[in-house]
T-cell receptor
Framework: DTAVSQTPKYLVTQMGNDKSIKCEQN?????MYWYKQDSKKFLKIMFS???????INETVPNRFSPKSPDKAHLNLHINSLELGDSAVYFC????????????FGSGTQLSVL | AQKVTQAQTEISVVEKEDVTLDCVYE???????LFWYKQPPSGELVFLIR??????QNEISGRYSWNFQKSTSSFNFTITASQVVDSAVYFC???????????????FGKGTKLSVKP
């Protein structure tokens, strides 16, 4: 069983479209995250949810909206996609608490044409 | 401000060589956590190690070892007798200890791409 699974693995779409990436974890963790890895491999946090509540929202355009129906799921919706949104998006989860290690999903490569 | 610097962008070695990946961090917190993650060509992020700021003991795991020195704000990673399968991008990351605030917010370095040639 995959601990943190995200779908789809690849997403190719046109500018202006709306798309979603799904993430599920079966580790029983309380906190889930979305990270973005750009073309230069730089990883940066986008969102963090703890027990379905948003606790981090870094400077991310409001076209990006995380949705957490329950603590095992954290989906990422992106509206009006732009070329600059092309990146790899990683979902992750961790136990609640200080310095807990993050378990990452395998990533979703988003290409906006 | 929190910051992680991996000055080596790319390193290329021949199999069986030892290689050290450097990581320097900045933080104002007295409680913080340091991590190393590996990203092989397949793209997933693999956890390697976590260290808290109160534990300066060096750690060895097989061919991997980590040298944490608070005096120089460094957390370097050494691979002994490197193998082709070690080829990957390696990320150092910092997490500060503020509970309920930035917990889980890993500040990543820009990564070091290691190529091990046969």
């Amino acid at each position: 069983d995959t601990a943190v699974s995200q779908t789809p693995k690849y997403l190719v779409t046109q500018m202006g479209n709306d798309k979603s990436i799904k993430c599920e974890q079966n580790l029983g963790h309380d906190t889930m995250y979305w990270y973005k890895q750009d073309s230069k491999k730089f990883l940066k946090i986008m969102f963090s949810y703890n027990n379905k509540e948003l606790i981090i929202n870094e400077t991310v355009p409001n076209r990006f909206s995380p949705k957490s129906p329950d603590k095992a799921h954290l989906n990422l919706h992106i509206n009006s996609l732009e070329l600059g949104d092309s990146a790899v998006y990683f979902c992750a989860s961790s136990q609640e608490g200080r310095g807990e290690k993050l378990f990452f999903g395998s990533g979703t490569q988003l290409s906006v044409l | 401000a929190q910051k992680v610097t991996q000055a080596q962008t790319e390193i290329s070695v021949v199999e069986k060589e030892d290689v050290t990946l450097d990581c320097v961090y900045e933080t104002r917190d007295t409680t913080y956590y340091l991590f190393w993650y590996k990203q092989p060509p397949s793209g997933e992020l693999v956890f390697l190690i976590r260290r808290n700021s109160f534990d300066e003991q060096n750690e060895i795991s097989g061919r991997y070892s980590w040298n944490f020195q608070k005096s120089t704000s460094s957390f370097n990673f050494t691979i002994t007798a490197s193998q082709v399968v070690d080829s990957a991008v390696y990320f150092c990351a910092l997490s500060e200890g503020n509970y309920g605030g930035s917990q889980g917010n890993l500040i990543f370095g820009k990564g070091t791409k290691l190529s091990v040639k046969p």
